[in-house]
């Protein structure tokens, strides 16, 4: 979960994630739903769970990491602003 807001963050360098808004590239929401199918299938599928030796989860784990997601993608967007806003400051000079 905390990768989807690193993943929803840097798509572009410069535009802001409402100047590029991400539903205009359906694959990368498939590639969310395929990620998330791939790590329900490692920690719940009693093969898969034997052959790595991996346990159950509890359901409510699933949901710590978004709260860090959603601070990434806030962090990110608040960069992109300050950059826009002073283009000739030590920030925008340090930005990749």
Request: glycine share 4%.
């Amino acid at each position: 979960m905390q990768l989807f807001g690193n993943m929803l963050a840097t798509r572009n360098r410069h535009k802001s994630i409402f100047q590029n808004p991400p539903w205009k590239n359906p694959r990368l929401f498939a590639a969310m739903a395929v990620s998330i199918c791939i790590a329900a299938l490692f920690v719940y599928v009693p093969i898969f769970q034997s052959s790595i030796g991996t346990y159950p989860i509890p359901p409510q784990y699933w949901f710590y990491p978004i709260p860090c997601g959603f601070l990434m993608l806030a962090l990110d967007e608040l960069r992109k602003f300050l950059i826009h806003r002073f283009p000739r400051s030590f920030l925008a000079r340090m930005a990749w």
